[in-house]
């Protein structure tokens, strides 16, 4: 069963860098095709997909938000760890941990995802 | 970056009822097109990918169609579960959600 965990602070101030851990279990992120990546959902907006990394360690970000992301992995404690530069207050919203179909998209910037975290709720103030 | 515009953002009805939501893409992009089903404060569920295939587990009533730049979703005969928002994303070129409808009991 494949699950997946958002932790991370509830409130960082304006200008600092927010930074989120996903643990998830029942797959591994060594394995050919996987990827994880994060989603949010701020108040009256859209859904945002915000980025993915993948099991060979490829990384793929928005392309209106690439210059204050970075995405990594820990494939021994199975994480993936999101942080984002610049927080202000429009950057508030529940953010979500996802995991993609495999061979979900025409390519490896695209993607849908099947799992989901609960999410975790971050305020910028 | 392509839009994608969902109608209505609130639509109304009855157990038993047949609704459709439309979503339209701002451009063409085939048939990668996802819809989910979310309930206040829980994430996202995928129901419907390649704007046709069902997801594993979700139910029959649920059916997607289109292709190019207009899609719906349609519920044959709603279930007091259905009552949710619903959102449409593209997956064509990165990737991209609708601003939802809200599936509200009339």
């Known amino acids: 069963q494949i699950t997946l965990n958002e932790s991370g602070p509830t409130v960082v101030n304006p200008t600092q860098t927010l930074t989120l851990t996903c643990n998830f279990s029942?797959?591994?992120?060594?394995?050919?095709?996987?990827?994880v990546g994060w989603v949010r959902q701020r108040p009256g907006k859209a859904l945002e997909w915000l980025a993915l990394?993948?099991?060979?360690?490829?990384?793929r970000y928005s392309p209106s938000l690439r210059s204050r992301l970075t995405i990594i992995k820990d494939t021994s404690k199975n994480q993936v760890v999101l942080t984002m530069t610049g927080m202000d207050p429009v950057d508030a919203g529940t953010y979500f941990c996802?995991?993609?179909?495999?061979?979900?998209?025409?390519?490896?910037?695209?993607?849908?995802?099947?799992?989901w975290g609960q999410g975790t709720l971050v305020t910028v103030s | 970056d392509i839009q994608m515009t969902q109608s209505p953002s609130i639509l109304s009805a009855s157990v038993g009822d047949r609704v459709t939501i439309t979503c339209r893409a701002s451009q063409s992009i085939s048939d990668w097109l996802a819809w989910y089903q979310q309930y206040p404060g829980k994430a996202p569920k995928l129901l419907i990918y390649k704007a046709s295939t069902l997801a594993s587990g979700s139910p029959s009533r649920f059916s997607g169609y289109g292709s190019g730049t207009e899609f719906t979703l349609t519920i044959s005969s709603l279930q007091p579960d259905d009552f949710a928002t619903y959102y449409c994303?593209?997956?064509?070129?990165?990737?991209?959600f609708g601003q939802g409808t809200k599936l509200e009991v009339k």
């Open positions: 996802v995991h993609r179909v495999p061979g979900g998209g025409p390519d490896w910037n695209e993607a849908i995802f099947d799992y």
């Open positions: 990394i993948y099991w060979d360690n490829d990384r």
């Open positions: 029942g797959f591994s992120l060594i394995t050919n095709g996987v990827g």
């Open positions: 994303q593209q997956y064509n070129s990165y990737s991209t």
